[in-house]
């Protein structure tokens, strides 16, 4: 196990009825705000109606900006710095999920940053220094943002997909009510399952030895996270199991689970190119790439791959070697996303292999990425030809 600092200062506010606190904790941080939201969907719900009673109740004089898509624009994001700076904006409320909690963080940087805020995604990344506060009303548990240090931007010129970050981003307080993912669709649902297995697998497959704590936190999230997403599939209002996805979601993503360790981040890295192209949902694209990861990689770590396949999926290690049960586990993941829905190769998105190397270019052109095997442009091009088949 390797030394290590955790920080998670975000307040989680957690279960039914809690976003009736949102103007009550957004008080405590200004009285001027931008509301930051995506397509409207908040209004067909309800929810808007109730996070602005809430808001009015405590005297709180807001400024909306909508219009967030998935895989968050770097011109909205502009727009939302321009009126940070003329409305002098205390305090950003965010009512989504991942990419409007990426958007606002975005925002919050830029707004005080002499710079360009693209800086904070380029190669040569100045340290954040100072952001505007932020609040989250969850309503997507995924990308686990409502409680890391962590954003990713697209830059519309040349779609690019880049990730930035640093610890003054981290919400002040995270609003997590279950029965607002009621009105997910499955697709939806399983999309964001996929997200939150990515960042744990980004975690778990990892070359530091001696990490049995961190390794049994990790498996058995995943084992919640797979068995429960099988009970929301049954039925789409099962509170319990919505609230063991969304609490696995965060948890995912606060850092417990790399205590110790060196993640991996290649994967991730790799699919940021796939929804930048070809603007899929980040978690579909994931659920395409892990595999074909794993499967490149895998001889690195057989013992690694092995004990996922055990205590993950449950593969009998029998008499066949590590190597039949680790090839065994990566199958049965695969089979989970394909009974869930989720894609699990580039054509099942109609997507063909005519801009596998300007992606592998962009992606590992200039340097290599990943730990648990350093990956240049041709490994990155044999993982998107293994995601092609």
Not at 23 to 42: E, P
Not at 80 to 94: A, E, M, P, T
Not at 150 to 155: E, R, S
Not at 211 to 221: F, I, K, M, Q, W
Request: net charge negative.
């Amino acid at each position: 196990m390797k030394n290590f600092t955790f920080y998670s200062p975000t307040k989680i506010i957690f279960g039914k009825g809690t976003e009736d606190e949102v103007g009550r904790q957004t008080k405590k941080y200004g009285k001027k705000i931008l509301l930051h939201y995506g397509g409207g969907s908040i209004k067909k719900t309800g929810l808007y109606d109730k996070v602005m009673k809430s808001l009015r109740q405590e005297g709180i004089d807001v400024i909306e900006l909508g219009g967030v898509k998935p895989n968050p624009r770097l011109s909205l994001v502009r727009e939302g710095i321009d009126i940070c700076r003329k409305k002098n904006i205390d305090f950003i409320l965010i009512v989504g999920g991942g990419s409007v909690i990426d958007s606002a963080k975005a925002i919050a940087a830029g707004a005080p940053y002499k710079g360009d805020v693209w800086d904070f995604f380029s190669d040569n990344k100045p340290e954040i220094e100072s952001a505007i506060p932020l609040g989250v009303v969850l309503t997507i548990p995924a990308a686990g943002s409502e409680v890391s240090p962590d954003m990713v931007v697209t830059k519309e010129e040349g779609w690019f997909k880049k990730a930035g970050g640093g610890d003054p981003l981290r919400s002040k307080f995270s609003i997590m009510n279950p029965e607002l993912t009621f009105t997910l669709s499955a697709g939806q649902t399983v999309t964001g399952v996929s997200d939150i297995l990515a960042h744990i697998y980004e975690r778990y497959f990892s070359q530091v030895t001696n990490t049995e704590l961190v390794d049994r936190l990790a498996e058995a999230t995943m084992k919640t996270v797979i068995n429960n997403t099988r009970l929301v599939l049954k039925d789409l209002k099962d509170y319990d199991a919505r609230a063991e996805i969304m609490w696995a979601g965060s948890i995912a993503h606060n850092d417990l689970l790399a205590t110790g360790k060196t993640g991996d981040w290649a994967s991730h890295m790799i699919e940021h190119e796939l929804s930048a192209i070809y603007d899929i949902a980040h978690g579909d694209g994931l659920s395409i790439i892990f595999p074909a990861w794993m499967k490149y990689v895998y001889r690195e770590n057989v013992e690694r791959f092995a004990q996922f396949a055990e205590r993950v999926w449950d593969v009998d290690p029998g008499s066949n070697g590590m190597e039949s049960a680790a090839l065994e586990g990566i199958a049965r993941m695969e089979a989970y996303y394909r009974e869930t829905g989720l894609p699990t190769r580039l054509s099942d998105l109609d997507i063909g292999g005519d801009r596998l190397e300007e992606m592998a270019e962009k992606c590992a052109g200039k340097d290599t990425l990943g730990n648990f095997k350093k990956l240049g442009r041709d490994d990155v091009l044999e993982i998107y030809k293994l995601a092609l088949k």
